[in-house]
């Protein structure tokens, strides 16, 4: 546990840090390999041209040798002619006395070969580095000898290296630096977003994130950002009228049945009144109650915690089973049409949507109802029509939201407008769909319902 706090706590927090640290890791090791190759091939370079230059002296001296030249040898800067057993036949006047190679060295020559060695070469004796070129005059077994001081050239080299060596911290310095600038530059919008985001309450619903210009990554973020809000915005303008109808709904049954019992205590000399008030204070609550149970299935709807109870269920059956008992309640006359139909349903749940479609219907002032159940390929579709005057034409995208209802009145007559949403939410919950329109075959208000049928 200690150790994974500490490596939290040792990766910095800022993700344009982390960026920087990452990128200058990447260039530091990119940068010196750059110039370690350049150094290296700078180094060749000048060894390449060394020796190029005493091959040409070289080629030059052993042309005059073949000649009997030998004072061409006396005349290099540094070049030395030995015999085949390692006997100076002729050496240049600035190395007079002095040799090159040992006797040994030079019968190891058997071909032209470049070292580099350190002699007494210098003024006094002193150590001088030099670059050897050594080659095989001719069959006679001579061996001669050309060198340069390479001293300056190794100076050069490691004055270059210096130079490097100094050069790369500055410019990986340089390279963070305009880093973390361009990161600031190219994140300063996403700071904007993070402090208008932070600034943003439920009760500014309406305030949005700056528009970042251009096509990028965080222009497409602003964007998405932007369009989540807005569909926040409207959930929230969703639930804050659920919220208000729902405490309107409450308030006149609340209302009223507080009235009954003021009324019913006011009057207890009279037992009849009594009666009346509390016979209504229980229609009151009875209707409570059923709204109460409505916005509960609702509620568990919309968290996904709907159950329900699948078994066989023939629909047809079903319906003319529920039609009896509706149109007596309601006062449809209710038709029923269609073959068995065998989904895997929740029955108790259909008969709430055929009670709700009929308390809809009848509401509405319809007098005949007509229930259709058809088997289509992979679904069976219930159809219930009515012959009232259908759903008003601005209301049809809307019929199946909450406190939804035809008429401008909330009346206890009316219903809640709950109806067509348990609809929904219960044909939902068992994977099927359902749609409104107006038409035939009765002329009102059709709601169609579609369940996955058992194959």
């Known amino acids: 546990m200690k150790t994974a706090e500490v490596t939290v706590r040792l990766s910095p927090a800022s993700i344009r840090t982390r960026l920087v640290l990452l990128f200058g890791a990447g260039t530091s090791v990119v940068l010196l390999l750059s110039l370690a190759l350049l150094y290296v091939a700078l180094h060749r370079q000048l060894g390449k041209a060394v020796d190029a230059d005493l091959t040409a002296r070289s080629d030059d001296l052993v042309a005059s040798v073949r000649a009997d030249d030998l004072n061409a040898v006396k005349s290099d800067p540094m070049a030395q002619l030995y ?15 002095r040799t090159l190679l040992t006797p040994a060295q030079v019968r190891a020559v058997r071909r032209t070969s470049a070292t580099s060695t350190t002699l007494p070469l210098g003024a006094d004796d002193e150590p001088l580095r030099v670059r050897l070129l050594s080659r095989p005059v001719d069959r006679s077994g001579w061996v001669l000898t050309v060198a340069l001081p390479s001293a300056g050239i190794e100076r050069a080299g490691d004055q270059q290296l ?6 790369a911290p500055l410019m990986i310095a340089a390279l963070a630096m305009l880093c973390w600038l361009l990161l600031r530059a190219a994140l300063r919008p996403v700071d904007a977003l993070t402090r208008q985001a932070a600034a943003i309450s439920t009760l500014d619903s309406e305030r949005r994130l700056p528009v970042v210009p251009g096509d990028d990554e965080i222009a497409r973020l602003s964007a998405t950002l932007n369009g989540m809000l807005a569909r926040l915005s409207v959930a929230f303008d969703r639930e804050r009228a659920f919220v208000d109808d729902a405490s309107h709904e409450l308030r006149t049954p609340i209302a009223v049945l507080r009235g009954e019992i ?8 009279n037992p009849e009144e009594v009666r009346q008030s509390l016979l209504a204070a229980q229609g009151q609550v009875a209707r409570l109650s059923r709204l109460a149970e409505d916005l509960l299935l609702l509620a568990r709807e919309r968290d996904g915690s709907l159950v329900v ?16 008992v509706l149109g007596r309640v309601t006062g449809l006359r209710i038709d029923v049409r269609g073959d068995p139909v065998i989904v895997e349903a929740d029955a108790d749940r259909l008969r709430q949507v055929l009670t709700n479609l009929a308390a809809n219907s009848a509401a509405a002032g319809a007098g005949t109802a007509r229930v259709t159940v058809v088997r289509e390929p992979m679904v069976a579709r219930i159809e219930w029509a009515d012959d009232g005057p259908g759903i008003p034409p601005d209301l049809l995208d809307s019929a199946f939201e909450r406190f939804v209802r035809g008429g401008p009145s909330r009346t206890p007559s009316t219903g809640a407008g709950l109806g067509l949403s348990i609809v929904r939410a219960v044909v939902t919950a068992h994977a099927g769909t359902a749609d409104l329109h107006n038409g035939p075959p009765l002329g009102g208000a059709v709601v169609t319902v579609r369940l996955p049928a058992v194959t």
């Open 83 to 97: 015999d085949s057993d390692g006997t100076p036949l002729a050496t240049a006047d600035s190395i007079r006395g």
């Open 262 to 269: 003021d009324l019913a205590l006011a009057a207890l000399d």
């Open 309 to 324: 109870h699948r078994e066989p269920v023939d629909l047809t059956d079903l319906v003319k089973a529920e039609a009896g």
């Open 162 to 167: 210096n130079v490097l060596l100094v050069a």
